[in-house]
């Protein structure tokens, strides 16, 4: 299981004004909590016992459990192919664009589970490809944040056309 914690209105309280006088390095890891980056990925950005650095900060009401996810097996790497992924064409009528929808909703929450929600609602409801794409930009760079460029480039190609060239 994989745990995401977030910061409470207490932990956003004390990033802006350092009212509790949080010791280094339970300030430096308040600030690296976002809802986003699990155990694990915290491990990486807090010094020390991550764990009890944790315990510490939810005990006093700084960070609370954001979500649980059952851990997922890493997706199958794309079989390499000999011509370059093209940009699906634009689509036109309102059922590809509805299809569209909900095989990138599907791909959000599969890969991202409940952290996929806000946007998995707002790409829903969507009118049209000129409210999806930006959404759809939004949503890769979730994924990228979620899961780095494993999740968020085949999400690119088959959606918006392509990974960054950044």
Known sequence: MTTLYRKTAKGQAEIE???HRLSPRLRGALIVIDGQRSESDLAKLIAGDVAATLQQLEADGF???FAVLADRPPAPAPAPSAEPARA????????SIESIKRDAVRYLNDTMGPAAE?????IERSKGMADLQPLLVQAASLLRSFGGASAADP??????GGPPTT
């Open 88 to 95: 699906p064409a634009p689509a036109a009528s309102s059922s």
């Open 118 to 122: 806000g946007i998995a609602i707002r």
């Open 155 to 160: 999400f690119m190609s088959r959606f918006i």
């Open 63 to 65: 960070i609370d459990v």
């Open 17 to 19: 004004t350092r009212a």
